[in-house]
Protein backbone atom coordinates (compact mmCIF):
# COMPACT_ATOMS: atom_id res chain seq x y z
CA UNK A 1 0.00 0.00 0.00
CA UNK A 2 1.20 3.89 -0.38
CA UNK A 3 0.95 6.57 1.59
CA UNK A 4 0.22 10.27 0.30
CA UNK A 5 3.32 12.68 1.79
CA UNK A 6 1.40 15.77 0.13
CA UNK A 7 2.05 17.55 -2.70
CA UNK A 8 1.78 14.66 -5.47
CA UNK A 9 4.38 12.29 -3.61
CA UNK A 10 3.41 8.76 -2.57
CA UNK A 11 5.93 6.50 -1.06
CA UNK A 12 5.61 2.69 -0.25
CA UNK A 13 4.14 2.28 3.58
CA UNK A 14 6.27 -0.55 3.66
CA UNK A 15 9.60 1.47 2.86
CA UNK A 16 8.80 3.69 5.90
CA UNK A 17 10.77 2.81 9.15
CA UNK A 18 9.60 6.13 11.35
CA UNK A 19 7.17 9.08 11.38
CA UNK A 20 8.51 12.01 13.58
CA UNK A 21 6.91 15.41 14.44
CA UNK A 22 9.66 17.79 13.46
CA UNK A 23 7.89 20.74 15.18
CA UNK A 24 8.64 19.56 18.26
CA UNK A 25 12.65 19.46 19.78
CA UNK A 26 15.02 16.74 18.04
CA UNK A 27 17.37 14.56 19.69
CA UNK A 28 21.15 15.07 18.93
CA UNK A 29 20.91 11.67 17.45
CA UNK A 30 18.17 12.33 15.00
CA UNK A 31 19.84 15.47 14.06
CA UNK A 32 22.80 13.66 13.56
CA UNK A 33 20.96 11.63 11.04
CA UNK A 34 19.45 14.53 9.55
CA UNK A 35 23.14 16.34 9.03
CA UNK A 36 24.35 12.95 7.43
CA UNK A 37 21.39 12.42 5.14
CA UNK A 38 21.97 15.83 4.13
CA UNK A 39 25.74 15.01 3.01
CA UNK A 40 24.63 12.40 1.33
CA UNK A 41 21.74 14.02 -0.69
CA UNK A 42 19.09 11.24 0.63
CA UNK A 43 16.60 14.35 1.77
CA UNK A 44 13.32 14.77 -0.24
CA UNK A 45 11.89 17.97 0.88
CA UNK A 46 8.51 18.45 -0.17
CA UNK A 47 6.11 21.57 -0.07
CA UNK A 48 8.38 24.74 0.76
CA UNK A 49 11.12 25.02 3.75
CA UNK A 50 9.04 26.61 6.34
CA UNK A 51 6.35 24.33 6.06
CA UNK A 52 8.23 21.18 7.47
CA UNK A 53 5.42 19.39 10.22
CA UNK A 54 7.17 15.64 9.38
CA UNK A 55 10.15 14.02 8.71
CA UNK A 56 9.70 10.50 7.40
CA UNK A 57 12.19 7.96 7.55
CA UNK A 58 12.53 5.19 4.93
CA UNK A 59 15.00 2.29 3.89
CA UNK A 60 16.46 4.70 1.16
CA UNK A 61 15.40 8.32 1.97
CA UNK A 62 14.41 10.57 4.16
CA UNK A 63 11.05 12.70 3.41
CA UNK A 64 9.95 16.35 5.11
CA UNK A 65 6.07 17.13 4.78
CA UNK A 66 3.74 20.03 5.32
CA UNK A 67 1.21 17.28 6.70
CA UNK A 68 1.25 16.66 10.71
CA UNK A 69 2.91 13.54 11.79
CA UNK A 70 -0.75 12.49 13.06
CA UNK A 71 -2.24 12.60 9.88
CA UNK A 72 1.01 10.73 8.03
CA UNK A 73 0.38 7.96 11.20
CA UNK A 74 -3.38 7.68 10.28
CA UNK A 75 -2.83 7.27 6.80
CA UNK A 76 0.00 4.76 7.51
CA UNK A 77 -1.37 2.53 9.87
CA UNK A 78 -4.71 1.74 7.80
CA UNK A 79 -2.33 -0.71 6.26
CA UNK A 80 -0.92 -3.27 7.44
CA UNK A 81 2.80 -3.42 6.79
CA UNK A 82 4.26 -6.13 4.32
CA UNK A 83 6.45 -8.74 5.62
Not at 42 to 60: A, E, P, R, V, W
Request: one cysteine or more; proline letters at 4%; charged letters at 30%.
Amino acid sequence: MYIHLGNDMIISAADVIAIINIEAPLSADLQDIIEIAELDKKIINIGKDDKKKSLILCDQKIYTSPISSHTLYKRARHFPKEV
